[in-house]
């Protein structure tokens, strides 16, 4: 075992490119780090800003976002809407000083494989330089983590 | 004054609106008033303070739900009224707008395309105080706009007095009372504070008038407004100027520009 901090990644992916891209990735063979977990959407439209606030709130560390490359969204438009809504979220979430490049935006379409493993490595690389996220971590446990003060500092002196 | 005044009672003895949405004499600064008689119309008053945006109150089903209203307007709340309508918010004919000229007289808009001209025709009211604080904000280092951000959003006690201040926050059922899933805790805690503010921010995104009555009806004088007014500039900066044709996030352009997608 080594000491060296194992970020955890969490990855939302599109049904239609990116999961199957990543199915791919399997099935070629080719090995990439284990500590990605994927959660699958129908179309990275349908990937609400919220989620990407949990899964930091949760205990990631990093977050990936892939779908369909532009012009191939199996819905014809969720990505171009889905690029939308980063261009702006991740404009306003670096103007709060959420760190941004804790969150990896890309197009994988179900053949690229090989880009998969790759984004997946160079995210996984990156954010362990980068060390945990516990900053955003201590502030959402604020309640979660601190009843024992909270309660203290409810109590009425007798 | 006495031209408003004069015009509203005429408009009320005639019955062309049933109630006008204006402003009063208040402690520091005008206040609102809804005025539906001859009596309340004389204790009405508009000059240049008169900076609050009283678009806010058309859609209050509460205080003007199915009546006609007339409504005294800054200029962002013009801005406000005209995105109300282009959202099926409110009716043509059932509102009447009257702004102020720069000389300070009675300026009436009698269809909501000459609305719709002066507000694309009239530059915006500068808003230096805003800017600059965009601009020291944008220059710290990311650590340090953390803490700021945390350490301001951590007053918070979730009183949503900046959602009901907003014009465009007019959802009967708002996602702080959601609770299948619950998205937001509805306690008061920094991280759920800072949430709150990016989930009202990013679903006012295209739409914000950028009037900045969040921030002014903050009763902790938290800087919520200067979190809408960057992502204005996000928005112009990304995507230019909002247009009636659909709001920003419900429509797109193939060729729009990023440079942080792999």
Redesign the interface.
């Given at each position: 075992m080594s000491a060296e901090f194992e970020p955890k990644i969490l990855a939302f992916v599109c049904n239609w490119c990116t999961y199957a891209g990543a199915d791919l990735t399997g099935t070629s063979r080719i090995k990439y780090a284990s500590n990605v977990k994927i959660i699958r959407f129908p179309c990275t439209g349908r990937i609400d800003?919220?989620l990407l606030?949990?899964a930091f709130?949760g205990g990631s560390d990093g977050v990936i976002v892939s779908g369909c490359h532009?012009?191939d969204c199996h819905y014809t438009?969720g990505n171009?809407?889905a690029?939308?809504?980063?261009?702006?979220?991740?404009?306003?979430?670096?103007?709060?000083?959420?760190?941004?490049r804790r969150i990896?935006?890309?197009?994988v379409s179900a053949a690229e494989g090989a880009k998969w493993a790759e984004?997946v490595n160079q995210t996984v690389a990156d954010v362990r330089a980068l060390g945990p996220y516990s900053?955003?971590q201590k502030?959402?446990?604020?309640?979660a983590g601190n009843e024992d003060v909270l309660l203290k500092e409810q109590e009425v002196a007798q | 004054m006495n031209a408003l005044r004069s015009t509203v009672k005429e408009l009320l003895g005639s019955g062309a609106i049933d109630v006008f949405v204006g402003y009063e004499k208040g402690t520091r600064l005008p206040r609102p008033l809804l005025a539906a008689s001859a009596d309340e119309a004389d204790k009405l008053i508009f000059d240049e303070t008169c900076t609050g945006n009283l678009a806010v109150y058309l859609t209050r089903k509460d205080l003007v739900g199915g009546k006609k209203a007339g409504v005294a307007a800054s200029w962002y709340a013009m801005r406000s009224i005209c995105r109300l309508l282009d959202e099926n918010q409110l009716q043509e004919g059932a509102v009447k707008v009257f702004g102020l000229t720069p000389e300070g007289d009675l300026k009436p808009f009698d269809t909501l395309a000459d609305l719709k001209q002066h507000v694309q025709e009239t530059p915006p009211p500068p808003k230096p105080v805003e800017d600059e604080w965009v601009r020291e904000?944008?220059a710290?280092p990311?650590?340090?706009?953390?803490?700021?951000?945390?350490g301001e959003l951590?007053k918070c006690f979730k009183c949503y007095a900046c959602r009901a201040a907003c014009p465009m926050c007019y959802c009967t059922k708002c996602i702080v009372e959601v609770n299948r899933p619950q998205?937001l805790?509805p306690?008061a805690?920094?991280?759920s504070n800072?949430?709150w503010?990016?989930?009202r921010?990013?679903h006012m995104?295209g739409r914000c008038a950028d009037c900045g009555a969040c921030g002014a009806a903050c009763p902790l004088g938290l800087p919520v407004h200067i979190?809408a007014h960057?992502?204005a500039k996000?928005?112009a900066q990304?995507?230019g100027e909002p247009t009636d044709k659909g709001s920003?996030?419900?429509t797109?352009?193939?060729n729009?520009e990023?440079n942080?997608?792999?």
């Amino acid at each position: 075992m080594s000491a060296e901090f194992e970020p955890k990644i969490l990855a939302f992916v599109c049904n239609w490119c990116t999961y199957a891209g990543a199915d791919l990735t399997g099935t070629s063979r080719i090995k990439y780090a284990s500590n990605v977990k994927i959660i699958r959407f129908p179309c990275t439209g349908r990937i609400d800003f919220m989620l990407l606030l949990k899964a930091f709130a949760g205990g990631s560390d990093g977050v990936i976002v892939s779908g369909c490359h532009p012009n191939d969204c199996h819905y014809t438009s969720g990505n171009f809407h889905a690029r939308r809504r980063w261009m702006l979220f991740r404009g306003l979430l670096d103007f709060l000083g959420i760190d941004v490049r804790r969150i990896r935006f890309s197009w994988v379409s179900a053949a690229e494989g090989a880009k998969w493993a790759e984004v997946v490595n160079q995210t996984v690389a990156d954010v362990r330089a980068l060390g945990p996220y516990s900053e955003y971590q201590k502030a959402a446990e604020f309640v979660a983590g601190n009843e024992d003060v909270l309660l203290k500092e409810q109590e009425v002196a007798q | 004054m006495n031209a408003l005044r004069s015009t509203v009672k005429e408009l009320l003895g005639s019955g062309a609106i049933d109630v006008f949405v204006g402003y009063e004499k208040g402690t520091r600064l005008p206040r609102p008033l809804l005025a539906a008689s001859a009596d309340e119309a004389d204790k009405l008053i508009f000059d240049e303070t008169c900076t609050g945006n009283l678009a806010v109150y058309l859609t209050r089903k509460d205080l003007v739900g199915g009546k006609k209203a007339g409504v005294a307007a800054s200029w962002y709340a013009m801005r406000s009224i005209c995105r109300l309508l282009d959202e099926n918010q409110l009716q043509e004919g059932a509102v009447k707008v009257f702004g102020l000229t720069p000389e300070g007289d009675l300026k009436p808009f009698d269809t909501l395309a000459d609305l719709k001209q002066h507000v694309q025709e009239t530059p915006p009211p500068p808003k230096p105080v805003e800017d600059e604080w965009v601009r020291e904000i944008d220059a710290m280092p990311a650590a340090e706009r953390w803490k700021f951000w945390t350490g301001e959003l951590s007053k918070c006690f979730k009183c949503y007095a900046c959602r009901a201040a907003c014009p465009m926050c007019y959802c009967t059922k708002c996602i702080v009372e959601v609770n299948r899933p619950q998205w937001l805790q509805p306690w008061a805690a920094t991280m759920s504070n800072v949430e709150w503010q990016l989930n009202r921010v990013m679903h006012m995104a295209g739409r914000c008038a950028d009037c900045g009555a969040c921030g002014a009806a903050c009763p902790l004088g938290l800087p919520v407004h200067i979190i809408a007014h960057k992502m204005a500039k996000l928005v112009a900066q990304s995507f230019g100027e909002p247009t009636d044709k659909g709001s920003v996030l419900s429509t797109f352009n193939p060729n729009d520009e990023e440079n942080f997608i792999l």
